[in-house]
C-alpha cells in the first residue's frame, strides 16, 4: 500500500505548483517566480526540460519573424484568440528572452529565428540557473496523478504518495506525442473526472501512411524530393518531402497535415497532388521533354536534364497508372503528380497534438471553470500550428496569459 505523507511546512508547500518542466512548465514558473510568488515545479521525469532539448535537436526554431496577422493565421480556427496572446507575448518578446539568457538569436533565410549556438542546452543551462536565482524549487519523478480533496497527488518512485496544497496551480503536461518525455496525455482523464471538457488528441504535424508496394519501398524509403509543391483541397505548401517506408513526411507534408488528418476522419483514402518541378510550367516542361535524345531513358533524362531527385521515375511508375508517353503529358504528370494517402501516423510519433482542453472549459485567463485556481497551457489546450517557430511561441505565450492569469487570481483572492 502507498505510503501517504502531507508535506509540511510553508518551505514544502508553494505558493503556485507548476505541473510539468518542460519548456510551458518552466515559463510560467518564470513569470511568477520572478513576480515574487513562491512556485514548486512538479514534473515525472528524471531531468527537466526534455521536450525543449528534443525540440533543439534540428537547431531550436524558437519563433518566425513575419507579421503578427500573418503569425495568427498560422494557428487555423484559433486564429483570433492567439492575435489576442502574441499581442501579450510577442515574437519579439521571445526574442528578447532568449537574448537575456545569453542565447542571442537570428532570422534564418526562411525567416524562422533561431539562437546563434542553433542548439537547446546552453539556453536550457542558463534559464535553469536563473530559476534557481529566482528560488524556484524544482520536484522530478513527481508523477501527477490529480486531486485528492482539494490536495495535488503525485506518486513518487519508491511507492509512497505526496499531497501538496499549493494557493494556486499550473498544469503544463504537453499534449500526446512525446510519450517517452512524460507527454502521453495521461491527465485527460483527471481532468475529465473533474467535468473539464477535453477534445480528443490527434497527430499533428506528422507524416501519413501510403500503400507503396514493397519493391519502391526498398528502392525509394530514405529518399527526399527536394523542392516540391504538396497540394491538397486548394492548399499547397512547399520545401523538401521525403519518402519513407510507411509513406511520406516532411515540411510540406507537416504544414497540411491538419486538413488531410480531418478529411481521412471522414473517408480513405484521400488524394494528394506533387509538383515536382514548381518554378517550371507546363509548356516549358514540356519543351524540354519533347527534346529528350533519341535512346536516352526517361529515367535518365529526369535525372540529369531536370535535376530531379533519383526516386523520381520509380516514384512515376508507383503511382501512375501508367506512364505517359507524349511529353505534355508526362510535364502534366510531373506537375500534378497524385499520391494517395490512407492514415496519419501514429500520435505517439508525431511533433505534435491537436485537441484537449476546449476553451469553453476555461476562463480568457486560462483558468479550468470546474476547478477555480487551477489553470492550464501549452499543449494541452486544444490548438495546433505547424512547425517552423509557431509551436513553441504558441506554447510560450499561453504559458504567460495562464502565469499572469494565476497572478491576477492570487492577487484577487488573497488566503
Not at 510577442?90 to 539568457?101: E, F, I, K, T, V
Amino acid at each position: 500500500m502507498a505510503q501517504r505523507e502531507q508535506i509540511p511546512g510553508e518551505g514544502l508547500r508553494p505558493t503556485v505548483a507548476v505541473v510539468g518542466a518542460g519548456p510551458t512548465g518552466l515559463m510560467a514558473a518564470e513569470r511568477l517566480s520572478g513576480a515574487g510568488f513562491g512556485v514548486t515545479i512538479f514534473d515525472g521525469m528524471a531531468t527537466p526540460g526534455r521536450k525543449f532539448l528534443m525540440a533543439g535537436r534540428g537547431g531550436l526554431n524558437l519563433t518566425h519573424s513575419e507579421t503578427i496577422e500573418q503569425f495568427a493565421g498560422r494557428y487555423g480556427v484559433q486564429a483570433t484568440r492567439f492575435r489576442q496572446y502574441l499581442a501579450r507575448f510577442s515574437p519579439q518578446d521571445l526574442r528578447n528572452w532568449a537574448d537575456g539568457l545569453g542565447a542571442e538569436t537570428f532570422v534564418g533565410s526562411s525567416g524562422r529565428v533561431f539562437p546563434k549556438a542553433m542548439k537547446a542546452s546552453g539556453l536550457l543551462r542558463g534559464w535553469l540557473a536563473r530559476l534557481r536565482g529566482q528560488r524556484v524549487d524544482l520536484r522530478l519523478r513527481h508523477h501527477w496523478r490529480g486531486w485528492s480533496g482539494e490536495h495535488l497527488r503525485f506518486d513518487l518512485a519508491d511507492g509512497s504518495e505526496v499531497l501538496v496544497t499549493p494557493k494556486a496551480v499550473v498544469l503544463a503536461l504537453g499534449g500526446a506525442s512525446w510519450p517517452k518525455l512524460g507527454a502521453d496525455g495521461g491527465w485527460i482523464s483527471l481532468l475529465r473526472d473533474q467535468g473539464v471538457a477535453v477534445q480528443p488528441l490527434r497527430p499533428s504535424n506528422c507524416g501519413f501512411e501510403t500503400d507503396w508496394s514493397a519493391h519502391f519501398q526498398e528502392k525509394a524509403a530514405g529518399r527526399p524530393l527536394k523542392n516540391v509543391l504538396l497540394s491538397f483541397s486548394g492548399r499547397q505548401a512547399r520545401g523538401e518531402v521525403m519518402i519513407t517506408g510507411y509513406g511520406i513526411e516532411g515540411g510540406p507534408v507537416y504544414a497540411l497535415s491538419a486538413a488531410i488528418r480531418d478529411s481521412l476522419a471522414s473517408h480513405s483514402p484521400v488524394e494528394v497532388t506533387l509538383d515536382l518541378k514548381p518554378d517550371m510550367s507546363v509548356d516549358a516542361l514540356t519543351q524540354r521533354l519533347a527534346a529528350r535524345r533519341h535512346g536516352q531513358s526517361l529515367s535518365q533524362f529526369l535525372k540529369k536534364e531536370l535535376s530531379l531527385a533519383d526516386a523520381t521515375y520509380s516514384l512515376l511508375r508507383e503511382t501512375a497508372a501508367s506512364i505517359p508517353g507524349e511529353p505534355h503529358e508526362i510535364a502534366g504528370l510531373l506537375k500534378a503528380l497524385p499520391i494517395r494517402i490512407y492514415r496519419p501516423r501514429p500520435i505517439e510519433q508525431a511533433i505534435s497534438s491537436a485537441g484537449g482542453l476546449d476553451f469553453a472549459a476555461m476562463t480568457d485567463e486560462l483558468m479550468l471553470r470546474a476547478r477555480p485556481g487551477v489553470f492550464a497551457c501549452g499543449e494541452m489546450l486544444d490548438w495546433e500550428a505547424p512547425t517552423g517557430g509557431y509551436l513553441l511561441q504558441g506554447c510560450f505565450a499561453t504559458a504567460v496569459i495562464a502565469a499572469d492569469g494565476v497572478r491576477s487570481w492570487l492577487n484577487g483572492n488573497p488566503s
